[in-house]
């Protein structure tokens, strides 16, 4: 299925190459690089490139092209989502997956690559399973490392690939067994000139943290579970079981994992807990354009809205911004005429607000589109669907483990349209 | 390292591509004694003899080889170590090896032994990594190596090594495509197999060998729908594209009807729906209505095997691996029902919020189906509003499906969409929008007007390329009423002193020229300014100001004559020869000369004919030929490798290909000697009853999925009447009473039967006793069908008949019949007190016609044994129980289990187990029973007869029988109450999954010298303090395992034997002990698996 795989920085330099079967030359690439040329901005690469003999299929993550050189058939997203699942497996061995990570650790990288595909169908993809072959470095085990020229390879053989539950590792063992579960919610949502919702809806996610020892076999139960629309699991979650109880079943990977993202189901009205209130004009003759944004929270319940950043992107003819924030700082960009506001928390006696001037190109005419502006926000301590964990059991083993959840609201894709 | 890392990072900048084939370029003759000199220092400390210099050169080759940098000269010295002991050092050996044996065939040639040997290495790991890369060395002189080892690992006791070898096949097949033969059978045998490790590899290995051998899976096909769930992510997604191909050339269209109503168009679907006997109205659209006729006097009943495949693969919607969602949605949209393809919609949704990758190509799958089935999407059509920070592609993929989506009742919304669009920053989204403005217009007459005012509208905008994207979208709307816009007309002809792009300059002069009727006044004058200008056009222009300039002159000869000269001439000395050959052709044709011929007369036809409009469509239209999802399908092209969707059947092939392998499923154990046998059998089938025939496939496409144990339950049922009737008829000796408590007895009657089938079959027929001693082993489903076979030829024909109703019937109904529930609830150990009556004066007969059976066979000694079994063992109280349902989860009902250790008398390949249920509840529980159980495959159950009511504060108790397949997977219950439902699962620990035999001294070490090597597992222990005498190691060892003792000559020695349950594998336990405490445990088990926990079993018991 697939070839090789060439992993292509930004500036466009190859820095890393596999093969899986016969090696195909590096100058394949140059079809990318065309396409690359051909396209305005880095995302607008088309993920799937014909060429006469092959097919480059690439994702671009971290400001990196991960290119896989395919030859036949083959469902895309089938590659794309391996691809992403090799970023992620560098991201959770290395902490980042920058191109010198992958650059410092290339050996790791080829080990790694070696073992997720055989005759590029992907072998072990399971980061349980990857960590019992080719341990993760860490700063002390380098440090060993070169001093003893003991390595990074498990010295046993690595069982887990064998077991009925593949995706954890056997033979566990904590001093503190502990289960943290995040539910983070994002809201995505559009809204309009007038400060009505276009669209809103309610992405979750619930990550776990679970260091437990030995086989334990979680379940989990929310309060109120029908709000959850539509779930895809972590493969340890018996379906069945929340088909007919809505009970999350689960013997649970060792480490950090995905369990369940959802869907809150679109019928439900979206809290949206902040509006903005914004004047931005240009005036025609003038090369003055005048900026006003106002933020303020609603439907919060109480809690403080945090970190909230706001960008927006400009038009073109923008040559510079003379702005005032009554907090927080703004940044312009006169290159992408980005403009970002860190505003920090909202504080609601007193709404922060960003106002002045933007000077236009001499003599341009008035731009006739207006920015939008992307907002960005947390919200601590609360899921705003206002779902909630109703408890946790673990059985299959003895002893009690610390349990912990914790609830956030993001904004995902927020966008005000002026 | 970090030294010549500098130097690398240089080079590489000087020549990024194909450096590694110009290393040894002679221009670069500095690089050329660096590298040389380099290497020689790698070279040297790979010939060291200190693992951490070996490792550390291979990392840098590594490296090296990362970086796409030629390291073959080191290759002498690299396989070198390909012995290493260091892991580390021999990975990565592997790795350089895999990577330059092609180069260097001769060389690796060296280093095939060392795999050679790995191959039959006891660790199955081991043995898998040796194939794996044994089989990636792309040498052709070890082909016949690896198809040999490739045999060899199919059959290997691992399922991990069979995987590897299914890996191994499409890396042979590339390197030699004439094994292809050979392979196929590899594969064969390898789809046979039951794991959910091997299946997703072994399917992967069937498309790339042999895609168009479908009759392959015709055996297998159930079992792969029904390991589907469990297989890996990747396998489940190559799995799910090569079962929609093969449903779609083994099952009916199921939308047959309903595509037959939309070609015959006109919306006359309630005629065809509702006039079933108008005779009239047939004959009028007779060949269509004739096939609707057809296929409504054979209304479609969808293949049991088809609905199997749509409900196991439609949890994977749910899936988090967007490739499996993706495959499953494509599977709906190809095979299922118009009205069962909705649930894929929430899921393709879902899927765009993640990675834009994903949501380019899960777009351009909904932009196709929008097409087909435009109502699947309409309620999510907020989900592809489009956002400022979308990438184009993105944005152009989610105007596409809103397009598509758009109708009557949503265009407002989405118009109103539209214009946020148009005043983006990004203009070719905008210039996309405008096309889709078009588009919208074109398909919805109700808002062609309000389309076209906003697109003029948008002439007058800043942006040239707006305008221009607005012109060619105006001019092709226009075409569909000129004569109402004139105006419209004649504002675009100003537009072209403004306008620089060509195609929207062409666009007007087309317009201007087609219609030069209604802008009489204004067509020359553009002619002239474009006469002026024709030098400086673009090609695309100047062919237009030729056709303009053509038509002008037919129409307005008078005022134009002289342009049109001018304008053929200069376009005669043209640069573009088209342009030459199109002023030459027009003048030819318009201008009357001598020479001129009949076609000038009709010059005005030519020109001036009514062109029809064109149609906007969508390029998505008819891309649903391809299987969607697919590469083909995204790039709209047949990408190398694409096996091609193939078109419903007329009529479905036999259904019946698929049968063979229910009866296979169930055991895995069985050898494939026995299949011809089988086949034997399944030719005899329609023999004994008719109606088998069609309830067949339902009837074993359950058993099949092992969750509709109600059925299961139905046929014991039957299986036990049928018995008890024919005992009746044949034994005679029975007393009335008995017969009237028939039911009671299933426990007995069953050994009855089993035996009795056997002895009569024998007296019928040497070849058939045999097969259905086969089947014993088999199944109960199997063995009940031959069973009544031999029954029916002895007992009256009525019988047979009033039997093969019940058979009819049962899988229809579905619940069990009352008096099972009866029957079963004597298996019940609590229920000693009614049993033994019952059972003591039935031990007699039975014993009689054992007498019978044990001179054919000698299985029925083991049948006597279980069958006398539940009256001799009673639960012991040092059985360890565990918890099936805790008090909480189940509402008060808690429910704990045992393994009894006694043999379960209605099936001997079953476990027995012992459920202790308590009401801790204030009310009481009624109908505490079974359902629907969802199994790993192969497994089987057998349910406790249900119980009717569980008084508060009460405990009751029932016993069950579970086939884990010599497996220690949990096996997934669903206890039901009447009023709820508990999941819970059963997990064997693997000493249970045993039952004692006798061996003799002699006999065991006979058996231990047959399972040597890999299946002897050894391992060194110190007894705990209180467990050195031999009655605690006995008592510690038999408690860990259902193992009896084997008289052993040795004082320091204790031997143990035992049979695994469902395959009857022998297992021999061990335990030799020495001084101190020492002991050493040795493990015999043909059963790899089996044989290595059990001794991390043994080992905890002797240690703890």
Redesign the interface.
């Known amino acids: 299925?697939i070839h090789s795989l060439f992993l292509i920085n930004a500036s466009?330099?190859?820095?890393?190459?596999?093969?899986w079967?016969?090696?195909v030359?590096?100058?394949v690439?140059?079809y990318f690089f065309e396409a690359q040329e051909r396209a305005?901005?880095p995302?607008?690469v088309?993920?799937?490139i014909?060429t006469p003999h092959h097919?480059l299929i690439?994702?671009?993550?971290h400001r990196i092209y991960f290119v896989a050189v395919?030859?036949?058939?083959?469902?895309?997203?089938?590659v794309?989502?391996?691809l992403?699942r090799v970023v992620d497996t560098f991201q959770d061995y290395f902490g980042v997956c920058t191109e010198a990570a992958i650059k410092d650790n290339?050996?790791v990288?080829?080990?790694l690559l070696?073992e997720m595909l055989?005759?590029g169908?992907?072998?072990a993809?399971e980061s349980n399973i990857l960590k019992e072959l080719i341990k993760p470095p860490t700063i002390l085990r380098t440090m060993v490392n070169t001093i003893?020229?003991s390595?990074?390879?498990?010295?046993q053989?690595?069982t887990g690939?064998?077991s009925?539950v593949?995706w954890r590792r056997t033979g566990v063992k904590y001093t503190n067994n502990e289960a943290y579960f995040d539910v983070v919610e994002e809201i995505?949502a559009?809204i309009d000139k007038s400060g009505s919702t276009?669209?809103a809806?309610i992405?979750g996610v619930i990550d776990a943290c679970v260091k437990l020892t030995g086989m334990p076999d979680l379940?989990l139960s929310f309060m109120n579970p029908r709000l959850l629309?539509?779930?895809?699991?972590?493969?340890c979650v018996?379906?069945?079981?929340w088909?007919?109880?809505r009970i999350l079943?689960f013997i649970p990977p060792d480490g950090n994992f995905?369990l369940l993202?959802y869907?809150v189901s679109?019928q439900n009205l979206v809290a949206i807990p902040v509006y903005v209130k914004h004047n931005i004009t240009f005036r025609e003759g003038s090369s003055q354009g005048r900026f006003d944004l106002t933020l303020g929270p609603k439907q919060t319940m109480g809690k403080a809205v945090e970190s909230v950043l706001v960008s927006s992107?400009l038009?073109?003819g923008v040559l510079n911004a003379n702005l005032n924030p009554s907090q927080g700082a703004y940044t312009f960009d006169p290159v992408t005429k980005l403009l970002t506001w860190d505003v920090g928390k909202i504080n609601p006696q007193k709404l922060p607000n960003l106002k002045g001037t933007m000077n236009l190109q001499a003599g341009a005419?008035k731009p006739?589109?207006?920015p939008?502006i992307?907002i960005q926000f947390k919200i601590q301590q609360m899921a705003i669907s206002g779902l909630k964990v109703n408890r946790l059991?673990m059985?299959g083993e003895k002893y009690k483990p610390f349990k912990g959840i914790k609830y956030m609201t993001k904004a995902g894709?927020f966008?005000v349209?002026t | 390292m970090s030294a010549s890392s500098a130097f690398n990072e240089e080079k590489?900048?000087s020549s990024?591509?194909?450096?590694?084939?110009y290393a040894y370029d002679p221009v670069s003759g500095k690089i050329f004694s660096s590298d040389y000199n380099r290497h020689d220092d790698l070279k040297e400390m790979l010939d060291s003899n200190?693992?951490?210099l070996k490792?550390e050169a291979m990392?840098r080759i590594?490296?090296m080889?990362?970086?796409?940098k030629n390291a073959s000269d080191l290759f002498p010295a690299v396989v070198k170590n390909v012995a290493c002991k260091?892991?580390?050092v021999k990975?990565?050996v592997?790795?350089y090896l895999v990577?330059y044996a092609?180069e260097q065939q001769d060389l690796a040639l060296l280093s095939i032994s060392t795999f050679q040997r790995g191959l039959k290495d006891p660790?199955?790991?081991?043995r898998a990594s040796a194939l794996?890369v044994l089989?990636?060395i792309?040498v052709t002189i070890i082909v016949p190596i690896m198809m040999l080892a490739i045999k060899e690992a199919a059959s290997d006791m691992?399922?991990?090594v069979r995987k590897?070898a299914a890996?191994?096949i499409?890396?042979l097949y590339?390197l030699d495509p004439e094994q292809k033969d050979q392979l196929i059978e590899v594969i064969e045998k390898l789809l046979a197999d039951k794991t959910t490790?091997v299946a997703g590899?072994v399917v992967?290995a069937f498309e790339e060998v042999c895609p168009e051998r479908i009759d392959l899976i015709h055996k297998n096909y159930r079992k792969l729908c029904n390991l589907l769930?469990d297989v890996?992510?990747?396998g489940q997604?190559v799995i799910i594209?090569m079962l929609t191909r093969y449903a779609r050339t083994q099952f009916l269209n199921p939308n047959l009807n309903e595509s037959l109503l939309e070609d015959g168009g006109s919306g006359d679907k309630t005629f065809y729906g509702s006039d079933e006997d108008e005779d009239d109205d047939e004959k009028e659209n007779k060949e269509k209505a004739e096939a609707a006729a057809l296929a409504k006097r054979k209304p479609y009943v969808m293949d049991p095997d088809h609905r199997l495949l749509l409900r196991n693969t439609k949890?994977l919607l749910?899936?988090?691996?967007?490739?499996v969602?993706?495959?499953v949605a494509q599977l709906y949209f190809h095979l299922a029902p118009k009205a069962e393809v909705g649930v894929i919609a929430?899921?393709l949704?879902?899927l765009l919020?993640s990675?834009?990758?994903?949501q380019?190509?899960?777009l351009q799958n909904v932009a196709t189906m929008t097409i087909r089935r435009r109502g699947m999407f309409e309620p999510y059509l907020?989900?592809f509003?489009i956002?400022?920070?979308d990438?184009?592609?993105i944005k152009i993929l989610k105007l596409e499906v809103l397009t598509n989506l758009a109708n009557e009742t949503n265009i407002s919304t989405i118009l109103r969409?539209f214009q946020?669009y148009i005043?983006?920053?990004d203009k070719d989204f905008v210039a996309a929008t405008i096309q889709a403005i078009g588009r919208c217009a074109t398909n919805i007459g109700e808002v062609r007007d309000t389309c076209l005012n906003g697109l003029v509208q948008l002439l007058s905008?800043?942006?040239e390329l707006v305008v221009a994207e607005s012109v060619v979208v105006i001019k092709k709307l226009l075409q569909m009423q000129p004569e109402k816009h004139s105006d419209i007309i004649k504002h675009m002809a100003k537009l072209t002193d403004n306008i620089q792009v060509p195609m929207a300059r062409a666009s007007i002069l087309w317009l201007i020229g087609e219609y030069c009727e209604h802008v009489p006044k204004i067509a020359p004058d553009v002619l002239r300014k474009m006469a002026k200008s024709f030098t400086y056009e673009e090609d695309i222009v100047k062919l237009q100001i030729l056709n303009l300039a053509a038509k002008l002159y037919l129409t307005n000869s008078k005022q134009t004559k002289l342009l049109t000269q001018y304008v053929l001439n200069l376009a005669k000395y043209d640069q573009n020869y088209d342009i030459r050959d199109r002023a030459r052709f027009i003048r030819q044709l318009i201008v009357p000369t001598e020479k001129s011929g009949a076609l000038s007369k009709y010059a005005k036809k030519l020109f001036l004919a009514l062109k029809p409009a064109p149609v906007l469509e969508s390029p998505f239209k008819d891309r649903d030929h391809f299987q969607l999802?697919?590469?083909?399908h995204?790039?709209n092209?047949k990408?190398?490798?694409?096996?091609e969707l193939p078109d419903w059947p007329e009529a479905a092939p036999d259904p019946s290909v698929r049968n063979v392998e229910v009866k296979e499923s169930v055991p895995e154990w069985t050898k494939c000697s026995s299949r011809e046998k089988r086949k034997e059998k399944k030719v005899e089938k329609p023999f004994y009853s008719d109606s088998e025939g069609e309830s067949g496939p339902t009837e074993s496409a359950d058993s099949e999925t092992n969750s509709a144990s109600a059925s299961d339950s139905a046929s014991d049922s039957e299986q036990s009447r049928s018995s008890s009737e024919s005992e009746e008829s044949d034994e005679g000796s029975e007393s009335e009473e008995e017969k009237e408590n028939k039911n009671k007895k299933k426990v007995v009657k069953k050994a009855v039967k089993e035996s009795e089938s056997e002895q009569s079959s024998e007296e019928e027929n040497r070849k058939l006793e045999k097969k259905i001693k086969q089947q014993e082993k088999d199944s109960e489903t199997v063995s009940d069908d031959e069973e009544s076979d031999s029954e029916s030829s002895q007992s009256t024909s009525e019988d047979s008949e009033s039997e093969a109703e019940v058979k009819k019937k049962a899988p229809v109904s579905r619940t069990p019949p009352k008096p099972v529930k009866k029957e079963k609830k004597e298996m019940s150990l609590l229920d000693l007190d009614d049993f033994e009556p019952a059972t003591s004066p039935q031990v007699t007969p039975i014993s009689t016609l054992l007498s019978n059976s044990l001179v054919t066979d000698l299985e029925g000694l083991s049948l006597s044994d279980s069958v006398l079994a539940p009256s001799t063992i009673t639960p012991s109280g040092t059985l360890k129980s565990y918890?099936l349902l805790?008090r909480i989860?189940g509402e008060g009902l808690s429910v704990e289990y045992c393994f009894g250790r006694q043999p379960f008398s209605p099936d001997a390949n079953m476990v027995a187990v012992q459920l202790q249920f308590t009401n801790n509840s204030t009310s009481e529980t009624k109908n505490l029973h079974m359902k629907d159980v969802?199994l790993q495959s192969g497994m089987r159950v057998k349910e406790f007869p249900e119980i009717e009511l569980l008084p508060a504060g009460d405990t009751a108790s029932a016993v069950m029988g579970i086939d884990f397949c010599d497996s220690?997977?949990?096996a997934?219950l669903?206890l039901c109450t009447s009023t709820r439902?508990f999941?819970v699962s059963i997990q064997p620990p693997v000493g249970e999954l045993m039952r004692p035999v006798f061996l003799t001294e002699n006999e065991f070490k006979r058996e231990q010298g047959q399972l040597m090597g890999m299946n002897e597992l050894t391992e060194k222990l110190i007894l705990d303090a209180k467990y050195r005498n031999e009655h605690a190691i006995v008592q510690r060892v038999t408690t860990a395992a259902h193992l009896s003792r084997v008289p052993c000559g040795s004082d320091n020695e204790c031997r143990f034997a035992g049979r695994t349950v469902t395959s009857g594998s022998l297992v021999l336990v061990t335990v030799a002990t020495g001084e101190e405490g020492v002991a050493q445990l040795t493990v015999n088990c043909e059963k790899m698996?089996i044989g290595t926990m059990l001794v991390k079993d043994i080992l905890l018991a002797l240690t703890q």
């Open positions: 299925m466009g330099d190859i820095f890393l190459e596999k093969h079967k016969s090696v030359s590096r100058s690439c140059d305005t901005e995302e607008n088309p993920p799937v014909p097919y690439s994702v671009l993550r395919i030859q036949s058939e083959v469902p895309p997203l089938f794309i989502e391996f992403h290339v050996v990288v080829y080990e070696e055989d005759n169908f992907p072998l993809t003893t020229g390595t990074n390879v498990g010295e053989l690595p690939q064998l009925v593949p995505d559009i276009i669209t809806e992405q379940t629309d539509d779930v895809s699991f972590h493969p018996r379906f069945k079981r088909e007919a109880e079943s995905r993202s869907h679109s992107q038009p073109r005419s006739d589109e207006n939008t992307n059991d059985y894709k966008q349209r | 590489m900048g990024s591509v194909g450096e590694a084939e200190k693992d951490s490792l990392k590594v490296a080889i990362a970086r796409g260091n892991i580390e990975k990565l592997y790795v990577r092609e660790n199955q790991l081991i794996r089989s990636s792309r691992s399922p991990y590897t890996h191994a499409p890396k590339s490790l590899s992967m769930i890996e992510e990747w997604v594209n949890p749910q899936s988090r691996n967007a490739a969602v993706m495959a929430k899921a949704v879902r919020r990675h834009s990758e994903v380019f190509v899960v907020k989900s509003y956002r400022s920070t990438p184009t592609l969409e946020t005043k983006s920053m905008n800043r942006d999802g697919s590469l083909s995204l790039l092209a990408a190398g490798g694409y096996q918890e805790h989860t969802k220690t997977q949990a997934n669903q439902k999941f698996v």
